[in-house]
């Protein structure tokens, strides 16, 4: 299965609001409510952000939002922080065995 | 506080078998319910997601590596490999160790990642 479209970059000031959209198929992201991201600083290891489309994991600042439309899920981040600049990955169940299908990943610069 | 920790060879050669181990903190290793594996991050490209292991020793693996990957656990030193044979220069990566909790799609917790490079 391909990977999941996501845009290379956004870009937001500190306290405003940023979204994140991840393309997928109704083999993946369309079927099922399995879509978690993942936030990476280069370097470190990458941190689970959002599970089950909307779910945030404990610890995780309420900022910090998913949703779903059809084939397209999003990600979106309010009150941007200069520490929320990073790279975020969405990944979605494909089926059968096929338990991870990334995206390409989508860098951050907070201005 | 469950951490889990990459190790192996930094360098494999063209046409062998990548080989790397993660090493899990705590006695979550243990529990029957939980997944272990790995993905892995090519070079300026996005994440791969490679395989796992369960504790009864069932196995599932990605489609495109299937043919050349073998995740395995050594319960008694709380530790899982992963295995690569036939290693070209597409095979350099960081790989990343990861834990499940309840689910075999949720990526709970990440290792460091270790990069290896496959070169002559």
């Known amino acids: 299965q391909s990977a999941l479209t996501q845009p290379r970059s956004v870009s937001g000031s500190p306290g405003q609001s940023v979204t994140i959209s991840c393309t997928g198929t109704?083999?993946?992201?369309?079927?099922?409510?399995?879509v978690s991201w993942y936030q990476h600083h280069p370097g470190k290891a990458p941190k689970l952000i959002i599970s089950?489309?909307?779910r945030r994991p404990s610890g995780v600042p309420d900022r910090f939002s998913g949703s779903k439309s059809g084939n397209t899920a999003s990600l979106t981040i309010s009150g941007l922080q200069t520490e929320d600049e990073a790279d975020y990955y969405c990944?979605?169940?494909?089926?059968?065995?096929?338990?991870?299908?990334f995206g390409g990943g989508t860098k951050l610069t907070v201005l | 506080q469950l951490q889990l920790r990459e190790s192996g060879p930094r360098l494999a050669k063209p046409s062998e078998t990548l080989s790397l181990t993660c090493t899990v903190s705590?006695?979550?290793?243990?529990?029957?319910?939980?997944?272990w594996g790995w993905i892995r991050q090519p070079p300026g490209e996005g994440l791969e997601w490679i395989g796992n292991?369960?504790?009864?020793?069932?196995?599932f693996y990605s489609a495109s590596l299937r043919s050349r990957v073998t995740i395995s656990s050594d319960m008694s030193r709380n530790q899982f490999s992963l295995s690569l044979s036939s290693v070209t220069a597409a095979d350099t990566a960081v790989y990343y160790c990861?834990?499940?909790?309840?689910?075999?799609?949720?990526?709970?917790?990440w290792g460091q990642g270790t990069l290896v490079t496959v070169s002559a």
């Open positions: 990861y834990f499940s909790g309840a689910e075999p799609f949720v990526f709970d917790l």
């Open positions: 705590d006695d979550s290793f243990s529990s029957r319910s939980y997944y």
């Open positions: 292991v369960q504790h009864s020793g069932s196995s």
């Open positions: 109704s083999s993946d992201i369309g079927g099922y409510h399995y």
């Open positions: 089950y489309v909307t």
């Open positions: 990944c979605s169940y494909g089926g059968g065995s096929n338990f991870g299908i």
